[in-house]
């Protein structure tokens, strides 16, 4: 092909070499697995999803449990729609307010109240009970840091904030 026709002059692509095909297939399995391992016992024993975890869990270790939305965005790893859509009802079960930002009103505030710090604080040793078995307990402390700085390098900004 000469890499030309309905999507433009695109290059042929660079094919997967064993290697790579291993780091990538490994790297999807675990993407798509783990949710499907970490989310039951939050959900079973919290009625929270993983998503929710984690944006409680943020903003209960932010300064005065405030951030803003698209910070929070960013750290939980999803989008700002998502988020926005998943701090809704975190609000309608008064675990979260929203607010203005006051130094710059164009920003929203998320903020965790004392009933949403209560209820991550309940969950917390569930998640960290699922997490050591599924993922922390499987790996000596060099294969840790080796996957600390291999998501920092794969960490993909959310749509939305970049």
């Given amino acids: 092909m000469n890499g030309t026709g309905a ?93 203005p930002d006051p130094a710059d009103g164009r920003y929203t505030l998320a903020e965790l109240t004392d009933d949403g710090f209560d209820v991550v604080h309940q969950a917390a040793p569930t998640h960290l009970r699922s997490l050591r078995r599924t993922v922390l307990d499987a790996l000596n402390t060099t294969d840790q840091k080796a996957l600390a700085r291999i998501a920092e390098k794969l960490r993909i900004v959310p749509d939305g904030l970049g």
């Fill in 7 to 99: 999507h433009g002059d695109q290059e042929e692509p660079r094919w997967l070499d064993e290697q790579e095909k291993a780091a990538w297939t490994g790297l999807i399995s675990l993407v798509l697995l783990l949710p499907g391992k970490l989310e039951p016992p939050l959900r079973q024993e919290h009625g929270l999803t993983l998503f929710e975890y984690l944006v409680l869990s943020h903003l209960s270790e932010a300064p005065r449990r405030t951030l803003r939305m698209g910070e929070l965005a960013f750290l939980a790893s999803g989008s700002l729609s998502r988020l926005s859509n998943v701090v809704k009802r975190c609000e309608q079960r008064g675990w979260v307010r929203r607010m």
